[in-house]
């Protein structure tokens, strides 16, 4: 039985807002023609696949790949498994630093096989080594990783779980945006609720600002009619050694 198998009620059922959990191993070109032979015997239409122009096609002849051998829970995730999740920038990078530091690490914004064509998604990968294998430096580490370990995880999913689950979402006039990136930049933008930031009132008069106001009336005016009362808040927080 696998160790996701069997952790999945309780790891899944406390976290719900992890999409997936997922072994990515990785396979030689040489060993390419084998793997997909023994994967047959439980998929039997298995083959390498890679995402290409929003759609998922077989994979092409590459030196190694790094291939969704197995996922939990499979319902709902079945067009991952087989995915070479190498040929995504985003994906090899993450992989990358966490077989050379032994530590998590966590991809950027990215699309999922599960849904094509949207950014929606991001992998938090622990690298996996040969048994045994010296793990003292980082080249040694590189010698002997095997895979990873992902879970995956949808943002819109996994932010409104946390916040709506705080009550945040249901502050009335209250605007969060969340950024995969340590400055409000919005190629980066991974969830808003509500308007985007400076974004007029829709509907009615906006109110008016403290800026607009002359000075000598501001001790006249209530300071909840000001628009501008609450100064922005921003937080920049470490996700798996990425700045959000």
Do not use: C, K
């Amino acid at each position: 039985m696998s160790s996701f198998t069997a952790s999945r009620p309780p790891l899944l059922e406390r976290y719900p807002q992890i999409q997936a959990l997922s072994f990515q191993r990785l396979v030689l070109r040489a060993d390419r023609r084998a793997f997909e032979a023994a994967m047959r015997h439980r998929y039997p239409d298995f083959m390498i696949t890679e995402m290409a122009d929003g759609r998922q096609r077989r994979a092409a002849l590459r030196d190694s790949y790094n291939v969704v051998d197995y996922i939990e829970s499979l319902a709902g995730n079945e067009a991952a498994v087989g995915l070479d999740t190498a040929i995504s920038e985003e994906r090899s990078e993450a992989s990358r630093r966490a077989r050379a530091s032994g530590q998590v690490a966590a991809t950027g914004l990215l699309s999922l096989a599960q849904y094509q064509g949207w950014h929606t998604g991001f992998l938090v990968v622990t690298p996996v080594y040969l048994r045994g294998a010296p793990l003292d430096t980082a080249a040694a580490r590189q010698r002997a990783a095997i895979g990873e370990n992902a879970a995956v995880f949808r943002v819109d999913h996994l932010i409104d779980t946390i916040l709506g689950g705080e009550g945040f979402l249901n502050v009335p006039g209250m605007t969060i945006s969340v950024y995969a990136n340590p400055t409000a930049d919005s190629r980066y933008l991974a969830f808003r609720h509500g308007a985007a930031p400076g974004a007029a009132a829709s509907g009615g008069t906006a109110p008016q600002s403290a800026a607009s106001i002359p000075f000598g009336w501001m001790p006249l005016i209530p300071r909840w009619l000001l628009a501008d009362q609450i100064d922005p808040v921003s937080e920049t927080f470490n996700l798996a050694g990425s700045p959000w």
